[in-house]
């Protein structure tokens, strides 16, 4: 099989990685873009991801851009999980809402990354901002060929 570049690398793995992927699936998520270090997901919020306040639930919100930043991390094919993360809420999540998670790498050194996640919604306002912590497991893949 031929060398892939990094982009087809990325792809690969997202396709991989999605096809297992049921929470990100069963919440409506879509991979919009993946890049080396990078990736962009989307979700609609429904009626059943609403709270008490029939504003997005906090957690659901955390998902999509934890979800981004899986997509991030994994895409250089070695299996990588999350060793931590920061999130701030900046504005409620409404019905009908498309959120999308753009996801950046910062730093990657070693067996440790960082890397950010941006939360806006349709209309371009900053919903959350997310920083997650990364740690690979040198010498394994995050998706087998």
């Known amino acids: ?24 699936k069963w919440l409506g998520m879509s991979i919009d873009e993946v890049a080396p270090g ?5 979700m609609t919020v429904r009626d059943c991801m609403l709270n008490g306040h029939d504003l997005c639930h906090g957690g659901l919100i955390t998902t999509l851009a ?3 930043f899986a997509f991030a991390c ?38 440790t990354g960082v890397y950010d996640c941006i939360v806006t919604n349709q209309r371009g306002e900053r919903v959350a901002v997310f ?5 690979t497991m040198k010498g394994r893949p995050a998706v087998a060929d």
């Open 66 to 68: 934890d979800s981004a």
């Open 1 to 24: 099989m031929p060398e892939r570049t990094p982009q087809q690398l990325a792809e690969h793995v997202r396709d991989r990685m999605f096809a297992h992927d049921r929470a990100s």
């Open 74 to 111: 994994n895409s250089y094919n070695e299996m990588t999980v999350a060793s931590g993360f920061a999130i701030d809420i900046l504005a409620p999540g409404k019905l009908g809402d498309v959120l999308t998670a753009r996801c950046n790498e910062v730093s990657r050194a070693g067996r």
């Open 38 to 42: 990078r990736a962009v997901l989307s």
């Open 131 to 135: 920083r997650g912590r990364s740690y």
